[in-house]
C-alpha cells in the first residue's frame, strides 16, 4: 500500500503549452513547457523520437496538451500525454509558425522555472488561437504588439505611458519622446535625462496606450499606416531587447518572414 501511495504522490496533472524542445539522448527529448499552475517547467519526454512512440504526436511544438508528470530528481517526466489542441495550422503557414515562435521564445525568457503566472499561461494560448484563427497577415504584426504589450504588463514591466517617466508629469497631447531605460514616455523637458531617448509621435503614443488598455477584438480593429507599425515595432522591440538585457534571437528573423510574406523588400541591418 505505500508503494502504490507513494507513486501516486509523485504524479500530477497538469494543463501544458510546449515552448521549446530539444532532442536528449538517444530517444528522448527534453521540453520546456509553460502550465497554468507549476509554471514554467523543463521535463523529458522518454522514448519519444521512436516512431512507435504514442506520446509524440501530443506534444509537438506549441502543442496544448494534459500531461501525467512524475516527480524526478532533476526534471520532471511526462508519462502520459493528451493533446487538447495542436494547433496544426501553425506547422503549415511560416508567417504564423514564427509569430509563435517568438511569442513562445517571449514567455520563455520572461519567466523562471516553476514562476507560477495563469494569466501569461492564457495569454499565450489565446494568442495562439488567435494565431490560428487570423485570416489577414496584416493583422498579424498588431497581434504581435498586444502579446508583447500584455506580457509586460502581466511580469511586471508595463511601460509608463501616462504620465513622464522622469517628472512624473501627466503627458500633455503633444510629440513626446521614449526612454527604454527610464521605462516609458519621456515629457520635451526630461528628454535629456536619458542617452537613449528616442522621438514619439503623439499618434503613435496614442496607439501605444489603445493597445495597452483595451482588449484583443479592439485592437484588430485598428487600421494603421506603415509607418506607425514600424514606429511601435522598433519601439517595443527595443524596450523588450532592454528588459530582458540581451537580443531576443526571434525579431529579425520574424521581419525577414514577415516582409516576404507580404511581398516587401528584405532589407538586411546591420547590427549595431
Ligand atoms: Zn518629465
Redesign the pocket.
Known amino acids: 500500500m505505500d508503494i502504490v501511495r507513494t507513486t501516486r504522490e509523485r504524479l500530477y496533472r497538469t494543463d501544458a503549452i510546449v515552448l521549446k524542445r530539444q532532442d536528449f539522448g538517444e530517444a528522448d527529448r527534453v521540453l520546456t513547457v509553460l502550465t497554468p499552475t507549476h509554471g514554467k517547467l523543463r521535463v523529458v519526454a522518454k522514448g519519444v523520437r521512436r516512431t512507435s512512440s504514442r506520446k509524440a504526436g501530443h506534444i509537438e511544438l506549441f502543442s496544448q496538451s494534459e500531461m501525467l508528470l512524475a516527480k524526478g530528481r532533476s526534471m520532471d517526466v511526462i508519462t502520459q500525454a493528451q493533446a487538447i489542441n495542436l494547433f496544426r495550422a501553425l506547422h503549415d503557414d511560416l508567417l504564423r509558425f514564427t509569430y509563435a515562435s517568438y511569442f513562445a521564445e517571449l514567455a520563455d525568457k520572461f519567466l523562471e522555472e516553476n514562476d507560477t503566472h495563469q494569466d501569461v499561461y492564457v495569454l499565450l494560448r489565446e494568442a495562439l488561437e488567435e494565431l490560428v484563427g487570423e485570416a489577414s497577415d496584416a493583422r498579424l504584426p498588431l497581434l504581435g504588439r498586444f502579446f508583447e504589450l500584455r506580457l509586460l504588463g502581466l511580469v511586471g514591466y508595463q511601460p509608463e505611458l501616462f504620465v513622464?517617466?522622469?517628472?512624473?508629469?501627466p503627458l500633455e497631447a503633444r510629440d513626446q519622446f521614449f526612454s527604454a531605460s527610464a521605462g516609458g514616455v519621456?515629457?520635451p523637458?526630461?528628454r535629456l535625462t536619458e542617452r537613449d531617448a528616442m522621438s514619439l509621435p503623439l499618434t503613435t503614443l496614442k496607439v501605444l496606450r489603445f493597445v495597452q488598455t483595451r482588449d484583443y477584438p479592439e485592437v484588430r480593429q485598428l487600421a494603421l499606416s506603415q509607418e506607425i507599425h514600424q514606429d511601435l515595432e522598433r519601439l517595443l522591440l527595443r524596450y523588450l531587447t532592454h528588459v530582458l538585457e540581451r537580443q531576443l534571437k526571434s525579431p529579425e528573423f520574424l521581419e525577414l518572414v514577415r516582409r516576404q510574406a507580404l511581398g516587401e523588400p528584405v532589407r538586411v541591418r546591420s547590427s549595431s
Not at 164 to 169: Q, Y
Open positions: 513622464c517617466a522622469h517628472c512624473k508629469t519621456l515629457c523637458a526630461c
